[in-house]
């Protein structure tokens, strides 16, 4: 690596990169444009032209930063340029298969317009199928590294073509065991290549494995520049953790338990802002749409109504909103994590101004949490995670404004010309029914009753809590500016914490008790005289399986054989999946744990 080290932070208003700007050709631009982006973000700026000019480079950036058409883009102008050949012309290392997926869908949308083959390869997918697409010629293969070491071994991925890899989520992929195979397909790939790495933290071990095979790397920080004091404007700062589908019910409710008098919604794209904008139309809210494809006579008729107060929320991109000064903004909402810390100081100063108190909320996918605990880094401030309000919290708050509404009305004495009602109704009921039954009258008219469906509340825990073997193998301290585990366990219970002992080494209990609630225990017919470590246990269920690292419970190894706790629904899942698999090159027998011998 060298000290060329760029800061992608600077998102200024007057900042005007264009994709074409930087280089992409025409078949790259359409697909974008289509998708509603309207600028590159910082990450995409700094990296697309030395990644186009075949330089190796090092980002550090979490999920939400854009970084996956960061390197995409790039790959898929160079496989455009040299032609399809049959043999891949790209690796992507991705840490679990949700993400092999994800990315290669992305590598799908931008690549539209070419036509190129790419193909995710993961554990849990029937390897037979991916015989069969692998063998047909591939462009661009999206691997989690088990799998592509499998596959390696039986030849039926070639590397000799490969003009790029790409190491994403490198942190995560160390987290999970990986480094060695890591390493193993490094050494099998051309040395002749472009070696692209991306990492939310830069502990030594990644360091030291861009020092190792990185050549003359340009090195890109989300996050570098910290904002001078003052710079962050103190207003109250709040984000919530939803899976991304229940991200419209989750915003409504909170507009909903928040009442701002005027808010700033920002979404990434053009198609977002004009969805939501509809969404939150739909919850009763006046909303309108901003976005760089309006004319500048729709842009002035959407800023008429919000000035006048006719509307009450703006749902607007990044661009659309620059240079916009709103007087009586209360709420910003960030509808997606923004991709660098300076978006989000630039967007939330738009409100607490003049010693006003302004409120700025976040929502968050699961993965964009880490990017949440760089900007508190970067902005020196505190961002609370709250839960989303749950229906009763909904319940309570109509309930309120319902006893509020009377209350003022109460006050306003103009009730004389109903009083002939009450007393016609006081013959047959008492008074408290009365007003009971005007109580219920006056609620149901206030607005729908909210029956929706509980949002899944997502558990995350900070990096420190992680199971301490990755923090360990860092080389302590689990890695700059932290970062959480955004992976719920499959079970949406809390994750547990594996011991470990002071080499960070899973400590390996004797078998006395049964296994934790909720987890079934497999035996497997290898241990440690064929040479298995916990992490290729672990290694190899989560490549194999849909489960994370963090849903594997206590291993034990003994000589001859290993025991395991996971979920027990995902323990057939586990078995046929490890079946199917090898260890330390090799198969070996696994089956529900009934009848081990104790103990090693
Ligand atoms: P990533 O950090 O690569 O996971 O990207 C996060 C999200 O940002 C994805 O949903 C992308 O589709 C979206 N995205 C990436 N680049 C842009 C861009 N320039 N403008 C708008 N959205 C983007």
Redesign the pocket.
């Known amino acids: 690596m060298t000290d060329d080290t760029v800061s992608a932070d600077d998102t200024t208003d007057d900042d005007a990169t264009t994709?074409a700007d930087l280089g992409l050709r025409e078949e790259l631009l359409r697909p974008?444009t289509a998708?509603?982006?309207?600028?590159?973000?910082p990450i995409?700026r700094e990296a697309i032209p030395p990644l186009l000019a075949g330089r190796d480079l090092v980002g550090q950036?979490?999920?939400?930063?854009?970084?996956?058409?960061?390197f995409a883009l790039p790959i898929l102008q160079h496989v455009a340029d040299d032609g399809r050949r049959g043999n891949p012309s790209a690796l992507i290392l991705v840490p679990t298969r949700e993400l092999a997926v994800?990315v290669s869908e992305?590598f799908h949308r931008y690549g539209h317009d070419l036509g190129l083959r790419v193909v995710p390869i993961y554990g849990g997918q029937p390897i037979g199928r991916q015989l069969r697409t692998l063998e047909q010629g591939v462009d661009v293969v999206v691997a989690t590294p088990g799998r592509a070491l499998d596959h390696l071994a039986r030849r039926t991925l070639r590397l000799d073509g490969v003009r790029t890899v790409v190491l994403d989520e490198a942190d995560e992929m160390l987290d999970m065991g990986f480094a060695d195979d890591i390493e193993a397909i490094l050494d099998a790939a051309p040395k002749e290549r472009q070696t692209v790495l991306f990492s939310a933290t830069l502990p030594p071990r990644i360091a030291g494995m861009a020092r190792k095979y990185l050549r003359d790397a340009v090195r890109i920080e989300i996050g570098r520049d910290t904002p001078a004091a003052g710079d962050t404007p103190l207003v109250r700062q709040t984000a919530y953790v939803v899976p991304r589908a229940s991200k419209p019910a989750a915003l409504g409710r909170v507009l909903d338990l928040e009442s701002p008098t005027a808010a700033i919604v920002f979404c990434?794209?053009r198609e977002e802002v004009d969805s939501l904008a509809e969404t939150l139309n739909g919850r009763g809210y006046r909303a309108e749409a901003l976005h760089g494809g309006m004319t500048q006579e729709q842009r002035d008729r959407v800023m008429g109504r919000l000035r006048n107060q006719t509307a009450d929320l703006l749902v607007a991109t990044d661009v659309a909103a620059r240079g916009l000064d709103i007087d009586h903004l209360t709420h910003v909402v960030n509808y997606?994590v923004p991709?660098a810390p300076a978006a989000y100081v630039h967007r939330i100063g738009r409100v607490g101004r003049a010693g006003r108190e302004g409120v700025a909320i976040t929502l968050a996918e699961p993965?964009e949490h880490r990017m949440l605990k760089v900007i508190e880094r970067v902005t020196g401030q505190q961002i609370d995670i709250e839960k989303v309000p749950t229906v009763a919290d909904l319940r309570a708050k109509r309930m309120e404004m319902t006893r509020a509404a009377l209350h003022e009305s109460l006050l306003e004495d103009d009730l004389e010309h109903f009083r002939v009602v009450v007393e016609t109704l006081t013959d047959e009921f008492d008074l408290m029914e009365i007003a009971l039954a005007a109580v219920k009258l006056a609620h149901e008219a206030s607005g729908p009753s909210d029956e929706d469906d509980e949002i899944p509340e997502v558990v995350h825990r900070p990096r420190e809590d992680r199971p301490v073997r990755s923090q360990q193998s860092y080389g302590g301290g689990g890695g700059s500016g932290g970062g959480g585990d955004e992976r719920p366990r499959a079970d949406g219970r809390p994750p547990r914490v594996r011991p470990i002992d002071e080499n960070g080494e899973p400590i390996r209990h004797k078998r006395t008790t049964g296994p934790s609630a909720g987890m079934t225990r497999l035996f497997i017919q290898a241990g440690r005289a064929a040479g298995i470590r916990p992490q290729d246990i672990v290694g190899a269920i989560a490549n194999e399986s849909r489960l994370s690292g963090r849903d594997i419970g206590a291993i034990q190894i003994a000589d001859r054989f290993a025991i395991v706790e996971v979920p027990s629904d995902a323990a057939e899942e586990v078995i046929d999946a490890l079946r199917s698999t090898t260890l330390k090159g090799r198969k070996f027998a696994v089956r529900l744990d009934r009848d081990a011998p104790s103990g090693s």
């Not at 998708?35 to 973000?41: D, F, L, Q, R, V």
């Open positions: 994709f974008l998708m509603g982006y309207e600028e590159p973000t995409q950036a979490a999920t939400g930063t854009g970084k996956t058409a960061a994800q992305a990434r794209t997606n991709s993965r």
